[in-house]
């Protein structure tokens, strides 16, 4: 089964890919590797909460947020690779949380990426990872993702 057809599966329609807010490009191949840059949890442009987890957003926002993070990283993959189908895998996550000081459940947060791409890719979405608390995030985003992805070079 294609990946675009698992996608309609599951309801989840790709955004338009979304453009750096900073000096940075969406995403670097090297070889077989696409490194995606940090994505947030952006929906027609707007951030879907904003604050530290455990303070002004409940874990489950959190949840969410890192979620669509994942959907965004996905639609800068389409749009570099031309078709998810090519992804062969995705090899690493990199999830940040915007944490209260008394906050520990990164990695529930992260789960949301986690387990979004394990539903998309089936095994070979689930990947190596890394979920780490920090202080504060761009535009006062919860969480940010970032996606390595391994790709088929003929395909």
Do not use: W
């Amino acid at each position: 089964m294609s990946i675009e057809k698992r996608l309609t599966e599951l309801g989840i329609t790709l955004p338009e890919a979304p453009r750096p807010v900073a000096a940075y490009v969406p995403a670097v191949s090297s070889g077989n590797l696409l490194f995606v840059s940090g994505q947030l949890c952006l929906v027609n442009g707007e951030l879907l909460s904003k604050g530290r987890v455990g303070r002004e957003v409940s874990l489950k926002q959190g949840y969410e947020a890192a979620r669509i993070a994942a959907i965004n990283s996905l639609a800068i993959v389409n749009q570099e690779l031309g078709s998810l189908d090519k992804v062969k895998r995705v090899v690493k996550v990199v999830g940040y949380v915007a944490s209260d000081p008394d906050f520990y459940d990164q990695p529930k947060v992260v789960n949301g990426a986690s387990e979004l791409l394990a539903e998309v890719f089936g095994d070979q979405g689930r990947h190596a990872r890394s979920a780490v608390g920090v202080n504060s995030l761009p535009l006062n985003t919860p969480v940010e993702i970032e996606v390595i992805v391994e790709f088929d070079m003929e395909g």
